[in-house]
């Protein structure tokens, strides 16, 4: 299954108080070398649109890891555990679907992104 989905189907489960804070998570800083998505991009989003926000920001790999993040800082682990293990073997490639657009302009360091996994 693709990232975006696997996030989603995570972000479907929460009710609409816990979907809020975890909006609210999104607009501060979660990993190092990530940058907060900016509240305005994220107010009166639905579950579908903060997924594609979050990819838009972070690539796919990185989503994932914010994701995971911020269910954990939730208390939400069982999510988060589910999340993590349902993500792709190949998820190590799943940012080719950046545009020239938007390539190296992810708001998390590259570096980062394999340093969350690998521990």
Not at 87 to 108: F, I, K, L, Q
């Amino acid at each position: 299954m693709e990232v975006q989905f696997l996030i989603r189907d995570s972000l479907v489960q929460l009710g609409a108080d816990d979907f809020k804070t975890f909006r609210w998570y999104l607009a501060q800083p979660v990993l190092d070398g990530c940058r907060p998505i900016p509240k305005s991009y994220l107010e009166n989003k639905n579950q579908e649109d903060t997924v594609s926000r979050m990819i838009d920001s972070y690539g796919k790999e990185s989503a994932v890891n914010v994701t995971v993040e911020i269910l954990k800082r939730m208390n939400l682990n069982n999510e988060a555990e589910k999340l993590q293990n349902a993500r792709p073997d190949d998820a190590d490639d799943a940012d080719v679907g950046e545009t020239s657009e938007n390539r190296g302009t992810s708001a998390c360091q590259s570096k980062d992104k394999a340093a969350v996994f690998s521990g």
